[in-house]
């Protein structure tokens, strides 16, 4: 599924003719570019490497460097591979904009989630704690983690206290509010993973052909044309 890199900037919210007011994710998204094409013929399957964001040279090893020189392309800071069906439609070099997505359809975005640092394990996993009556000993505690004599030991995967986020979250089927394409913005309904400036790839969904994603669609179907347009 052919994607973008773009960069969240937060989150705000846009008016229909009506009034009413829907809560939106604003992605912006820099000039992308086509690095390296990749054949069934060749690699296996078809895809094309993205980048996006120019970066000094110097910070790159010259392999690098010469990967970015065979598409005429000065070094770009981030890379992402996606899936597509026919890349005989891509060239070295091409410049991919905001506008290969259009209002109204479905969107898949993978980002970072926050970093939570090292949490308990009612904010982690959202235990619901002991009882907070009075003389009560434990209120926040894990509680029991293993057994006696069989088998003698905690058992792996067993929800403790650790690192809380920081992990790659996907979000599927947004829809696509609206696209600013000269501003380079994208606007998607809801909410999505990462803090503000942080990295986001914008995919076409990859369950649109649900039946739950397709009445989804319908359902929102209205958003995009009763808008109302708005300086952003």
């Given at each position: 599924?052919?994607?973008?890199?773009?960069?969240?900037?937060?989150?705000?919210?846009?008016?229909?003719?009506?009034?009413?007011?829907?809560?939106?994710?604003?992605?912006?998204?820099?000039?992308?570019?086509?690095?390296?094409?990749?054949?069934?013929?060749?690699?296996?399957?078809?895809?094309?490497?993205?980048?996006?964001?120019?970066?000094?040279?110097?910070?790159?090893?010259?392999?690098?460097?010469g990967h970015f020189?065979?598409?005429?392309?000065?070094?770009?800071?981030?890379?992402?591979?996606?899936?597509?069906?026919?890349?005989?439609?891509?060239?070295?070099?091409?410049?991919?904009?905001?506008?290969?997505?259009?209002?109204?359809?479905?969107?898949?975005?993978?980002?970072?989630?926050?970093?939570?640092?090292?949490?308990?394990?009612?904010?982690?996993?959202?235990?619901?704690?002991?009882?907070?009556?009075?003389?009560?000993?434990?209120?926040?505690?894990?509680?029991?983690?293993?057994?006696?004599?069989?088998?003698?030991?905690?058992?792996?995967?067993?929800?403790?206290?650790?690192?809380?986020?920081?992990?790659?979250?996907?979000?599927?089927?947004?829809?696509?509010?609206?696209?600013?394409?000269?501003?380079?913005?994208?606007?998607?309904?809801?909410?999505?993973?990462?803090?503000?400036?942080?990295?986001?790839?914008?995919?076409?969904s990859h369950i649109?052909?649900?039946?739950?994603?397709?009445?989804?669609?319908?359902?929102?179907?209205?958003?995009?044309?009763?808008?109302?347009?708005?300086?952003?």
């Amino acid at each position: 599924m052919i994607g973008l890199i773009g960069k969240k900037l937060g989150m705000m919210r846009v008016f229909l003719n009506d009034g009413t007011a829907i809560p939106v994710t604003a992605i912006k998204v820099e000039p992308n570019y086509v690095v390296y094409i990749k054949s069934s013929e060749t690699d296996g399957y078809n895809a094309i490497q993205v980048g996006s964001i120019p970066l000094k040279q110097s910070r790159f090893k010259k392999p690098m460097v010469g990967h970015f020189k065979k598409a005429n392309l000065t070094p770009l800071k981030y890379l992402k591979e996606f899936r597509v069906d026919d890349v005989s439609s891509f060239a070295l070099g091409q410049e991919l904009g905001v506008d290969i997505f259009s209002p109204g359809e479905l969107v898949d975005i993978v980002g970072r989630s926050k970093g939570r640092g090292f949490t308990g394990t009612m904010k982690r996993w959202d235990f619901g704690g002991f009882p907070k009556s009075h003389g009560h000993r434990y209120h926040r505690a894990v509680g029991s983690v293993g057994n006696r004599t069989d088998p003698g030991r905690v058992w792996k995967s067993k929800r403790m206290a650790g690192r809380h986020g920081n992990e790659t979250i996907r979000v599927q089927a947004l829809l696509v509010v609206d696209v600013l394409k000269d501003k380079g913005i994208i606007l998607v309904k809801g909410s999505v993973p990462g803090h503000k400036d942080g990295i986001v790839y914008i995919e076409k969904s990859h369950i649109a052909f649900r039946k739950k994603a397709q009445r989804k669609h319908e359902r929102l179907s209205f958003i995009p044309s009763n808008l109302l347009r708005q300086e952003v």
